[in-house]
């Protein structure tokens, strides 16, 4: 392979390596020794690549890896093993560790094609963009019906979805040579069970195989193929990386951004399938499916809620952009509908028409790239933008979807990590629930890939949180077999800003929007380090303990001490819990669906819902609860 000089990876925004670079020399036709990889570690994808800020020159020379890229190119090379699984965080440059892997392999002769593997049509385009720049010509338009790629590509780049289609042409194509496949983000190997087989069959005879992946887990138990799995200390067969390089070290080596989570609250109001108006304040401890019923009546377009936390996501849009001029903006939705209503909000918002990307087709792919290179504030999407898509001026988001698991989670927020400067910050907004809270505060953690379930697990799900809203769906059908059912309604909602998390803390004092106590978090400057963050958060929220004194009622009287006597709400909330404990465990006894036992309950003692019922209903289904469960004993 030809070796050139010149930027490096759009694909990856690499654009600043000061912190985490090594100095390249150039790549030899001889084979690079294990030892020296650190120290001449090849240029190719590092040098064909333009830079991903085309105002301003790339951060020290183009012809420089990152550390890491350097320590996976090690690590590889002392055993060149069939198959690698490298998991680098979001932002951190996979694309670029790919493609100097690929032209190294390729100048060697181990060898002779390259088939990339991405989730989405938008990625596979942009892998053929950036092999390109690297001198790899990979056929992005292949379609299974062509049978084999033309011989001016070196190989194609398609989806699993195309491989799960007909994974015999796949099979043709990698036995037909020595092949490299490279699996971007490979979880999604586990996403059906063709799938799954079809990528086992259709690369089973590659020479090597490299899977790449920013969360390397998955919320079920679908086994990943090629992903080598093995028991924990607790008997849990769990997927083993080859190299990890996770946010909090990319975070300390400049690498991606920190992120700013802006929480709100507020209370809800809406009408269940059984009829029954009811209330919560989003955020509050109650049970699963009200909490899921609060957050949909969050997102709800027709409520206050979505407007008021769009509007503050544009003022701190707005914030960012005195630092950073292009920094953009982007609503991550449930579902086309309230996709389109979300637009027109953002519209009135700010007299400016947002970039609406609806799917995973062409078009969608068209509108991403044109929205990633201008200047506009808000693009709304439906999922899609989720996953590997690359707009690196991305610097505010607003998670307005019902998904919750943690892979999701961590997809989203890794569109907004990617560091193009020193100093850049991410802030994304979220509603104020359980789940979303958990996996913020835990964002720099890494997760593998567990086959098994602990046996210990409180409802038998080895992550809770992550079906909380299919749960409650769940729930809600089931009650529908049991009661004439109306659709749900969402009748009304109020936003309240809650708090800020920011690496494992929790901020601010909660506040009404659009007061002092709101604004000072909105306000921060877009352009801090880490450690600037972290200040000037304990800073704003020095200042508001100290606001906080000796404020007075609005009848100008001081406020009046708590009282000493233990508070109605705390015994209610106890009470809810302890029943939704033994609402679960009757529900593995009986197996019966959560919704059908809170039903049933309901109709033999009498009174409302859950977060309705005072301390002597609730008691009087845990002593139901109770007898059954003595008695199943």
Not at 201 to 214: D, E, H, N, P, Q
Not at 341 to 346: D, F, G, N, S, W
Not at 599 to 626: F, H, T, Y
Request: hydrophobic share 40%.
């Amino acid at each position: 392979m030809p070796v050139h000089s010149g930027g490096v990876s759009a694909a990856e925004n690499i654009e600043h390596q000061e912190p985490a670079e090594l100095p390249i020399d150039g790549l030899s036709d001889a084979p690079i020794e294990p030892a020296a990889i650190a120290e001449v570690a090849g240029n190719a994808a590092a040098e064909h690549l333009s830079p991903a800020f085309p105002e301003r020159a790339a951060w020290g020379t183009a012809s420089k890896l990152r550390a890491w890229q350097v320590e996976a190119l090690t690590k590889y090379f002392e055993k060149e093993p069939r198959d690698f699984l490298a998991a680098a965080t979001p932002g951190a440059g996979k694309t670029t560790f790919a493609l100097r892997l690929a032209t190294e392999l390729l100048a060697r002769g181990t060898v002779d094609r390259l088939v990339v593997v991405a989730p989405t049509e938008h990625l596979k385009r942009q892998w053929a963009d950036a092999a390109d720049r690297v001198n790899i010509r990979l056929d992005p338009m292949f379609k299974n019906g062509d049978g084999m790629f033309g011989r001016h590509y070196q190989g194609v780049a398609i989806t699993y979805a195309q491989v799960g289609m007909n994974p015999e042409v796949h099979e043709r194509i990698t036995a037909g040579g020595k092949t490299l496949v490279v699996l971007d983000e490979v979880h999604h190997g586990g996403d059906a069970l063709t799938w799954g087989e079809g990528i086992r069959l259709a690369f089973s005879k590659a020479t090597r195989r490299l899977s790449l992946s920013g969360t390397p887990f998955r919320s079920d138990t679908a086994p990943i193929p090629f992903v080598q799995y093995a028991p924990d200390e607790q008997g849990i067969r769990t997927s083993i990386s080859d190299y990890n390089y996770g946010y909090g070290r990319a975070l300390k080596d400049g690498v991606v951004r920190p992120v700013l989570f802006m929480a709100y609250a507020g209370q809800m109001r809406w009408k269940t399938r059984m009829g029954d108006e009811m209330s919560a304040s989003l955020g509050d401890p109650v049970t699963k499916d009200i909490t899921a019923q609060a957050w949909r009546t969050a997102l709800s377009p027709e409520g206050e809620w979505m407007p008021a936390v769009l509007s503050a996501a544009d003022k701190r849009l707005t914030e960012v952009r005195r630092g950073v001029p292009d920094a953009g903006g982007l609503v991550i939705a449930t579902d086309t509908t309230t996709a389109r209503a979300y637009a027109r909000i953002l519209q009135r918002i700010t007299g400016e028409r947002p970039t609406v990307v609806l799917s995973d087709e062409a078009a969608g792919s068209s509108r991403i790239q044109s929205f990633a290179e201008d200047t506009s504030r808000w693009m709304v999407a439906v999922r899609m933008v989720s996953e590997g898509v690359d707009v690196p001026r991305l610097c505010v988001g607003v998670y307005a979807t019902s998904a919750s698991t943690p892979l999701f989670f961590a997809q989203v927020i890794g569109r907004f990590v990617r560091a193009r400067r020193r100093g850049e910050t991410a802030s994304v907004f979220l509603p104020s629930v359980p789940g979303l809270m958990a996996l913020a505060a835990t964002l720099e953690l890494e997760r593998d890939h567990a086959l098994d379930r602990p046996k210990d697990a409180e409802d038998g799900m080895y992550n809770p949180e992550d079906a909380m809203v299919a749960e409650a769906n769940k729930e809600d059908r089931a009650s529908e077999s049991l009661l004439d059912v109306q659709p749900f309604e969402a009748l009304d909602s109020q936003a309240s800003f809650d708090r800020v998390l920011y690496d494992g803390g929790e901020f601010g004092t909660g506040g009404e929007v659009g007061s002092l106590e709101e604004l000072d978090f909105i306000g921060i400057p877009g352009l801090l380090d880490p450690d600037q963050v972290r200040d000037l958060l304990r800073a704003r929220q020095a200042t508001q303990a100290k606001r906080s004194k000796g404020r007075v009622l609005k009848d100008g009287m001081p406020k009046a001490p708590e009282p000493e006597n233990r508070p109605m709400y705390q015994t209610i909330k106890e009470q809810r819990s302890e029943l939704q404990r033994l609402v679960s465990i009757w529900s593995r006894h009986a197996n019966e669906p959560h919704g059908s036992i809170h039903a049933e309950l309901r109709r033999m003692s009498g009174g409302p819902a859950v977060a309705q019922a005072s301390i002597e209903q609730i008691q009087k289904r845990i002593d139901i609860l109770r007898g059954r469960i003595g008695n199943r004993r």
